[in-house]
């Protein structure tokens, strides 16, 4: 796993953090120069909407993400702001709010609840007040988690400027509680996962139901992988997402008496979904029959990246898709036209919606040296169809979550 650390950045994202900590200074005013991390967000390939069902997944950290500039205080206020607006959120750490408030401080708020309650409740001295601003350069709601970016990053600078001694896992599984608990989003564990055990240059093995992790290597010299964002505001990802989570545990319930060793959803065998499919609500099934066949996908995926076979992964992306879009429904027009473009281009091997789906993005995996072909094939079809552009970038892998040395 990646401990934070200085890791060795580029000089643009060097001076990227370096102007987030202008912002820091017009914010807060002079003192002491911020300290200043980075987390990154996630694309996943493999596995949609397999994590909170017990399924395996495979994403990898990108190198878009949140910045994170933060100043010890010496009282026990707490201010955070966000780099968009400004709007200073103060709270004071012995009285922090025990429900949301519905805005984006909700996610580092979660994360400061849960370690200041950890904290209390083994006895420990609490921490001194903090000036935090956020900001960063992954689109906001477009299915690459920027949620679990925020939260992991923010669990990463407390525990530094904090000096709580977590170890990876914690610092994950502190982000995870936040969004369940707190901000209310019924999420697997995918998100923090892949955020906070990056390893660039590598997708992520996540087998949800037993936790356990594997690095799997992806040639970059070989394969691009290619995010295009429809710019379809995900309105509906937070309800309709909870709503899919108690359809699949519905599916399970029923499906459990007639294959008593199932612990998941992911555990049952096709045959008996088959066998009680007449009983069931028709939209319970069609979700069990998704995440059943998607489990396979996924485990057929991972042999393709081993053996070295990008058509067969992109065969399996595009299956995926289509999953999600018939029997899952958690697509958009938009997402269809952009799946549909990438089977089209000779330098594609496939694509799939990434993220909860509802809008966002999609991922394509292509062929390195074809990216500007394919994305320009990609803009020309959605600006035909929708008359925009969409935002089409390639991204690299990035090592996980880390305080930058940019002075």
């Not at 669990?155 to 209310?184: C, I, K, Q, T, Y």
């Not at 555990?267 to 008996?272: G, N, S, Y």
């Not at 058509?311 to 269809?336: I, K, N």
């Not at 292509?366 to 929708?386: I, K, P, T």
Request: net charge negative; charged share 25%; with cysteine.
């Amino acid at each position: 796993m990646v401990t934070p650390g200085r890791h060795t950045d580029s000089r643009a994202r060097i001076e990227q953090l370096a102007a987030h900590a202008s912002q820091f200074v017009e914010c807060y005013g002079p003192g002491q120069a911020p300290r200043l991390f980075f987390s990154p967000g996630r694309v996943n390939l493999f596995g949609g909407h397999l994590d909170y069902n017990g399924g395996p997944v495979m994403p990898t950290a990108i190198d878009r993400g949140t910045f994170i500039a933060a100043r010890s205080r010496s009282d026990r206020l707490l201010r955070m702001a966000s780099a968009y607006d400004r709007q200073v959120v103060e709270t004071d750490l012995d009285q922090l709010p025990s429900a949301r408030v519905s805005k984006w401080v909700d996610y580092p708020l979660g994360v400061v609840l849960e370690l200041t309650t950890q904290l209390a409740e083994s006895g420990s001295a609490l921490p001194g007040g903090l000036d935090i601003l956020y900001g960063g350069d992954l689109p906001i709601g477009s299915g690459l988690s920027s949620s679990a970016s925020i939260c992991v990053g923010t669990a990463v600078m407390l525990d530094s400027l904090w000096s709580l001694g977590l170890s990876n896992l914690d610092r994950v599984r502190a982000a995870l509680r936040a969004e369940r608990h707190f901000v209310g989003v019924q999420c697997g564990i995918m998100d923090p996962y892949a955020i906070g055990c990056a390893r660039a240059g590598h997708l992520l093995w996540l087998d949800c139901k037993d936790e356990s992790i594997e690095y799997l290597p992806i040639d970059g010299a070989q394969l691009s992988i290619l995010v295009t964002n429809t710019g379809v505001q995900r309105a509906l990802a937070a309800s309709e997402f909870n709503r899919r989570v108690d359809q699949c545990a519905q599916a399970f319930d029923i499906l459990r008496s007639a294959s008593v060793e199932a612990t998941c959803l992911r555990d049952i065998p096709l045959e008996v979904l088959e066998s009680e499919r007449g009983s069931m609500d028709p939209v319970l099934a069609n979700r069990a029959e998704h995440v059943i066949h998607e489990v396979r996908r996924t485990f057929e995926a991972r042999e393709f990246l081993l053996a070295g076979n990008p058509e067969g992964m992109g065969g399996c992306m595009t299956q995926t898709h289509e999953s999600l879009r018939s029997l899952y429904e958690v697509s958009c027009p938009e997402l269809d036209l952009l799946v549909e473009a990438a089977a089209t281009c000779s330098g594609a091997f496939g694509a799939r919606l990434t993220g909860a789906g509802f809008g966002g993005c999609t991922v394509t995996l292509v062929r390195r040296g074809d990216e500007d072909e394919v994305q320009a094939s990609l803009e020309a079809r959605f600006e035909e169809e929708f008359g925009r552009c969409p935002q089409v970038d390639v991204f690299e892998g990035d090592p996980g979550p880390r305080e930058i040395d940019w002075a």
